[in-house]
Every structure is written in C-alpha cells, then in structure tokens.
C-alpha cells in the first residue's frame, strides 16, 4: 500500500517578518485589473492531436512554477514579509518561467466575493511601500485583493499568465491535507461559487487563462473520507465534481484551460476489490499484488480516466489532466526501490497512472507539481536522478508543467529561491537543473503565452507573434541545448564531456575545484576553461552559473 505523505507545511515566517492585519480597505467596485482590449488574444485550447495551442492553432509550452501563500493565512504570495512582490515576479519572468500556478482557497475567493476584511496580510510595508494604500515606506497594507490585483498587472507587463489552483477549502497552512474539495465549513457549493466567481470575475483578462479546480483530492476507505474516481454521482466522486466544476467555469469563461488532477488510489477491480476495501490488507503486506488498491502521489493517479474520462460536452477542448509527482526524498515509494530508470519508473507506476494520456494521445498532461532537494540535501542522488528523468522524459512529450516551487519556505522540496538566504538568492544548481524544460528558442530566448507581451524585463524573452513570426521556423522545446553531431569542437561549459551543458557540469567543476579526490574527477578541462584563460578555476564556475541562467 502507497502511505500517504503530509506534505508541505509552510515554515513559519521569519523572525523579521511583519504582520499587519489588512483593515486598509475593500475590494475595488469596478474591475481596474482587467487587460486592454486588444489583448484578449492569448485564448489556449486543445486540438484533435491532443495539442495545446493558440488562437491560430500554433502550438505552445507552459513551463511555469507555483508560488504559493493565498492559501496558507499570509494572504499575499509568501516571502513577501522579506522581498519585494514586484522584483519577485520581475525575477520569475526573467528566469523562464511562463505560467504562475497561484494556490488558493475557497475561503479567501468568497471573501472577496463578500468583501469581507482580511484576517492577516503578511507584508514589509518598508520593502513593498507600493503595496500600502498611501504608496509610502511604512505605511497601511492594501486589502488583500487589491494587492491580488496589483500582482495579476505585473505578471501582465512581465508576459507571465496565471492559473489559479484551488489549493484547499480553508485557508491554511495543512489545507492541503484535507482529502476533498469540501468541509464542513465550505460545502461543494460553497466551492462551485467561488470558482463561478472568479472566472466571471477575470473573464476579460486572458491574464488568468487557466484554473485548476482542485488540488490533489485523496484519501482511502478506511480513512473516512476519500476521493474516489467512477460513473456514479456521488458526492465524493472526483470525475463528477470535476464535470461540475469546469461547468461553473466555463459557463462563465469558456476560454479557460480547466485543470483535473486525478486521485490517490484505484481499487484492483479485477482482484475483488472495491472502493470500500481496507486500504492494506496486512496479512499480505509484503505482497504488492495481494494490495487492494493501485496506489500514487495525492492527485496522481488518473488509472479511472481511462473507463470514465471527464466529459465536458461542448467544452471539452479546455480540458488538461494534471498529475502531480515527486521524488524519493517526499516518500520513498515503492519504485524507488531499485536502480529506478525512466524504463523501470514508466512501467512501475509512470505509464498506468498517468503517462498513458500522453503516449496514447489521449490528452496534454500538466505536470502541477515537481521538484525537490538536490545538491547537499539529496545525498544519495537519488532525488536529482528523478528530477532529472522526469526533467527529460516531460521536454521529449512536450508535457506542460509548474514546478513545486518559487518559495523558499517549501519544507519537504526547498524552492527555486535558495534555503535560509531570506528570500534573496535563487538556488543556481536548482534553476540549472529545470532550466532546460524551460520554453526557448534556439537563441536560448524564453517565450512568452503572450502575442504581445515579451517574457519578463531583461530582454531575455521573446513573445509568442516573435515566436511564430521569426524569419526561420522554430523548433527547439528547451533553454539547454544538446550536441546532436559528434565533433571535437570545444564545447564550453561541457564539463563531463557528454556534449550537453547542464547541472551535472556545474557538480563536476564543484567537484575537481573543491573535493579532496580531485585527481579522480573525470573532467573536459579545455570545456571547463569558461573564459579561455587557460586556467580552470573559481572564476569559470562563475561563468557556468551565469551561463546557466542565462545571464
């Protein structure tokens, strides 16, 4: 039996941090966020190839990250007691990252449905004064949602686009453990309207052109509640919620992509089993066969689409499956009890659960979530192997994906802003490592979902008319690109002689530098010559970072 895992809990703020309670104001009467008319053309649909394209039927790659706190009691992205919110996301769009998945709760949307006060609002006022309803250092935060706003109009003049998650019912930090969609606080209802609300709410701003309905339902018989995947029109049935969900959606917007995760578990039907069996049968513990259930991450397992796919009707091509996935270092599942491969991972667990929608072509898969520890804090590897395989095998199928996550604050994955730097250093090694499953073209440019708008501030991106418009058709899928030609061309930066430029390179050069077993480290030293000085030094692993990320 696949245990669960109680992922996630934020770290508590820091000891600098500020706690202002947000009584500064109201939420706006009029929409003051909604886009230009000219820019209602970034629209994304899927086709007959299970494709998902722009509004000319082009083809694009969301490769986002989430940045979570909305749903946890900060209301407001997290960190943003230490850095500044407008930097932050300067910074995501500068880095690649075209899509921000934006965990949120039923709770705080009918809040601002209601327009009730805020609870808590977690900012630095001296850091953000532009967040404070007089726009000075040390002034009264805004209401939360007008700071909501504020950020949707960054992410519009950084090119990034928005998918808002139901992350959990309740605002807080465990919401997440919750196994369904409703409580005995906030009823199915109560989480209908809220996601009615809000895509009629943004309905002119193809800022936000996705909304996943809810994040990771789980849970099994004999825990009391569970989300199960059938034909039925039960209420814990997930399929029939998630139908009902994406109507309340798209009969107000029917432009959105809508995400649907799957489930934890799936009875072994052809065994005996059902929905109601014991989710271990303990006399046969060490037999994986004798299980009741095919087991997988909350939200990962999509074996029930195969007999009962949502069905959206007219909708249905706004629909997007989106596992979640995750490493050793979150829970050593069974899988990862061997040498695992790409090979053994896909027929242990990869392709029945939720690989087979993209092999078959079936569907477009999102990858909700990935990511974890790696460097010092993996140190067996095997977490990094898994990113890294997962890393390859979503670039080869074109598997859409937002990393897990931007917050530093993530305590069993670390983020892409590095531990204990106070929100100001990103982890270099992280953001090497999923840099090439970064949308780019072949100048190594980040594309941006926007026909308009370029990706981010530091000319680094390019937008998607740029991208389509370009004197020579694009083909590449990512910011790294591999040696596809054998040469004895020096190729800088390529440490370990495998004719890519990646992470693994930066390991290599960290190792021949700094470990005491240098002479043993297999290293290209004219590749690793970064600035052709003729020496390998600090000075090139410098360099390769920079390289790296492409600045």
Known sequence: MIKSILKRIAAAAAGSCLLIAGTAGKMPAEKVNAAPDEYHDDWLHVNENAEIVDMDGNPVWLTGCNWFGYNVGSQVFDGVWSLNMHWALNEIADHGFNLLRVPMSTQILLQWKEHEPDAMVKINQYTNPELTVEGIEGGTPKYSFDIWNQAVEWCRENGIKIMMDIHSAETASAGHQVPLWYTSSYSTEDWLE???????????DDTIIAIDLKNEPHGKADEGQFAKWDGSEDLNNWRYAAERGAAAVLGKNPNLLVMVEGIEVYPKFEKGFDWSSPSTDYAHYDDPDAQPYH?????????????????????????VYSPHD???????QEW???????ETLLEDYWYDTWAYLVEENISPLLMGEWGGFIGEKDPTGDNTKW??????????????HTFWCFNENSGDTGGLIASDTNWTEWDLEKYALVKPSLWADSNGKFISLDHKIPLGQSGNGISLSDYYSGSSQQTTTSATQPVTEKSEAVILGDCNDDKIVNTLDSVVLRKYLFSEAADSVKINLTNADMNTDTKVNAADLVSLHKFLIGR
């Open 194 to 204: 809220a996601l009615e609300w809000f895509a009629d709410y943004y309905k002119d």
């Open 295 to 319: 087991g997988a991450w909350w939200g990962g397992n999509f074996r029930g689409a195969r007999d009962y796919p949502v069905d959206l009707g007219e909708y249905q091509s706004q629909l």
């Open 326 to 332: 995750y490493g050793p270092l979150v829970w050593e």
């Open 336 to 342: 990862f009890k061997k040498d695992f491969t790409r």
């Open 387 to 400: 990113m890294t395989i997962l890393r390859d095998y979503m670039i080869e199928k074109r598997i859409h």
